[in-house]
């Protein structure tokens, strides 16, 4: 990756972690099974962003493969009904993914553009970035129309990492305030707990 990428995304970083934490301090929600939930007021927004941060007993190279086998995926992401790669153009990938949700709020769907930076200190950045408009919409589903977040996997020791998952979502169309309250905390915290047990195997 060239110099002048490296930059921009650095910039684009910063700004995202800025955004999604912004104006207001973390509050925990949850701290359980070794896995603390935190959420953020985000100025503009009815919905929190939320942060998930746990220790897995697994190497980065095994969190990478299971993350990016993106049809498997699926099954350790919190209500994910199906998910698909669109595109893949070097440390970018395009994925599209299908949502479960309870009766009688329409399902969602969202489309991320992820891309994948490798730290000097053997870290592993996923930013995670909506892309609502670049396919069509889907009948059946309310396109999620905002995602900006990240995962964040740093090595604590040769086979145990430490993993940050933070998001915030505008979820598009209507969505009843007590299921935006429990997303936040669930969303995270199966994510994790599900990711955890997946590779520690």
């Known amino acids: 990756m060239g110099s002048l990428h490296r930059i921009t995304f650095g910039l684009g970083f910063a700004i995202l972690v800025a955004s999604s934490a912004h104006a207001e ?111 069509p919409d889907e009948q059946g589903f309310v396109r999620v129309s905002q995602v900006e977040g990240f995962w964040k996997f740093v090595p604590k020791s040769a086979n145990e990492t430490e993993v940050t998952y933070q998001v915030h979502t505008e979820p598009g169309g209507s969505v009843p305030s007590w299921l935006a309250n429990k997303f936040v905390v669930d969303a995270p915290f199966s994510t994790l707990k599900a990711l955890k047990e997946r590779a520690e195997k």
């Open 25 to 135: 301090d973390w509050k925990v929600a949850k701290d359980e099974d070794g896995i603390k939930i935190s959420l953020s007021e985000v100025a503009g927004s009815k919905y929190k962003a939320y942060q998930g941060v746990t220790t897995i007993k697994a190497n980065i190279a095994r969190l990478r493969a299971l993350q990016e086998d993106v049809v498997a995926a699926c099954a350790w992401i919190h209500e994910c009904k199906s998910q698909k790669v669109l595109k893949h153009d070097g440390d970018k990938v395009w994925t599209y993914t299908q949502f479960n949700t309870p009766w009688p709020v329409t399902p969602r769907d969202s489309v991320l553009q992820v891309t994948t930076v490798e730290g000097a200190d053997g870290s592993l950045t996923r930013t995670l970035e909506g892309q609502p408009k670049y396919i």
